[in-house]
């Protein structure tokens, strides 16, 4: 793109869509004043309820027009913040066509040929590759759509396209900590891109998405870094952020959710193929806290044994208790008739 | 005399201001970024990387741009 008339062409059309952004920004201004002036008459009308409430004692619905007037004020908050922003901002001297083509000269010293696609109105950029933190994120493609530059106080007009994806393991769309879907989320740099763009400055529009691009933000990442390549789960290989992976201190390997569980008795995590189970209440327990029955020898949980023995062989054990008392009973009975013989007549003294 | 001073830090801005005569860039990035590591910011004066000690004159255009700009995550 070394002919300047190609520059002035481009330079023409940045200034067109750069004409109809300051438009817009009057547009804005008047719908932000139309959404304030909506939610003052509904504030109005809550008011009009919350009267005729209170003359019938009506507390509920008090206390629901109360809700709706927090609601309302909270937007009308927002709706006259964003009146006043659109108000007091100063009017952007569109800038001149020999300035826009400075800037696309300058552009072009700073970081080589930038690319103009004349169907779509688009104009590119491709950063070198960018490694951060020792991960490898490739190259980007910054694409500006020349098209939504008037659309610039309601959606973004550009586009990060990673050219040698390397996403996050655990999300696809996120092809940089601070890139999702192809959308550049600009967090400390929002408003210096918005100024820049709105009067044509387009280097250092371009210097700016570049410079977040190249710059890690620990704090608030789409994904992380340390989890960028994910880990995949001992079990079934499932790709898992940190956050959500089980570590087994049993086997010392880490799992997904579906791949683990935990001690009902002690809460230590546990993958299922490490996890025991009580053979009697069948949840899940630790080599720690598995006991077994004194008499059968299965494997219990604390709370199934009572005496060291399963409810199974207390079952048992009182069976044969009480066949053994009867039995002994009835042994008494026939061995030894004389006391039976000498009680009765007791009784029947007694009686 | 007075120059062109556009800030790309923080909210970005553009405007014309007054600097004493014989500044140098490493001057002006002193006074306007006080307490900031030039290392960290891209300077350009009319466009063009300049030395340090290069002294601005009258109706220069000098830009200031961080380098690493820290980006978020929508909310």
């Known amino acids: 793109m070394d002919d300047i008339k190609n520059l002035v062409k481009i330079a023409n059309q940045v200034q067109q869509e750069l004409l109809k952004l300051r438009n817009c920004r009057y547009l804005e201004l008047l719908n932000q004043m139309r959404s304030a002036s909506d939610k003052l008459q509904e504030i109005i009308t809550e008011s009009k309820k919350l009267a005729l409430s209170l003359s019938h004692s009506w507390f509920s619905a008090a206390d629901s027009c109360c809700s709706s ?19 007091e901002k100063p009017r952007e001297e569109t800038p001149t066509l020999s300035a826009l083509v400075e800037d696309l000269k300058q552009l072009e010293q700073e970081y080589g040929k930038i690319e103009f696609d004349k169907a ?8 070198k590759p960018i490694t951060l933190d020792d991960v490898y994120l490739g190259p980007f493609k ?4 020349l098209k939504k530059l008037s659309e610039l106080y309601r959606d973004s007009p550009y586009y990060c396209i990673a050219l040698d994806p390397h996403p996050a393991a655990t999300n696809e769309e996120v092809t940089h900590p601070h890139v999702s879907n192809d959308r550049l989320c600009e967090g400390e740099g929002c408003a210096a891109i918005r100024t820049a763009l709105e009067q044509g400055r387009l280097c250092d529009f371009f210097t700016l998405v570049k410079s977040i691009l190249n710059t890690y933000s620990p704090d608030s990442p789409y994904v992380s870094l340390y989890d960028w390549d994910g880990e995949p789960c001992y079990d079934c290989g499932y790709i898992m952020d940190r956050d959500n992976s089980y570590y087994c201190s049993s086997c010392e390997h880490s799992f997904c959710e579906e791949c683990s569980t935990y001690c009902r008795s002690c809460e230590e995590t546990l993958c ?17 806290c598995a006991h077994k029955c004194a008499e059968c020898g299965i494997c219990c949980c604390e709370s199934c044994l009572e005496d060291d023995l399963c409810p199974n062989c207390i079952k048992e054990l009182e069976a044969e208790n009480e066949e053994s008392g009867n039995q002994t009973t ?22 | 005399m007075r120059i062109l001073y556009i800030n790309n830090d923080g ?30 910011y891209m300077i350009r004066v009319n466009r063009q990387p300049v030395p340090k000690d290069y002294v601005l004159r009258e109706g220069d255009r000098i830009t200031i741009t961080p380098t690493k700009v820290e980006g978020a995550k929508s909310l």
């Open chain 1, 69 to 87: 007037i927090d609601r309302l004020t909270s937007d009308i908050t927002y709706y006259i913040s964003r009146v006043k922003q659109f108000a």
């Open chain 1, 120 to 127: 779509t109105k688009t104009i590119s950029l491709i950063t």
């Open chain 1, 272 to 288: 299922r193929g490490c996890a025991g189970k009580c053979e009697i209440c069948e949840e899940p327990l630790c080599s720690n």
């Open chain 1, 330 to 351: 009835g042994t008494n009975e026939n061995s030894n008739p004389s006391q039976s013989e000498t009680s009765t007549p007791e009784i029947k003294l007694a009686g």
């Open chain 1, 142 to 145: 910054i694409q500006l759509e």
């Open chain 2, 11 to 40: 909210c970005g801005y553009a405007d014309y201001i007054d600097v004493a005569e014989n500044t140098t860039v490493e001057q002006f990035f002193m006074i306007k970024m006080s307490g900031k590591d030039a290392g960290d």
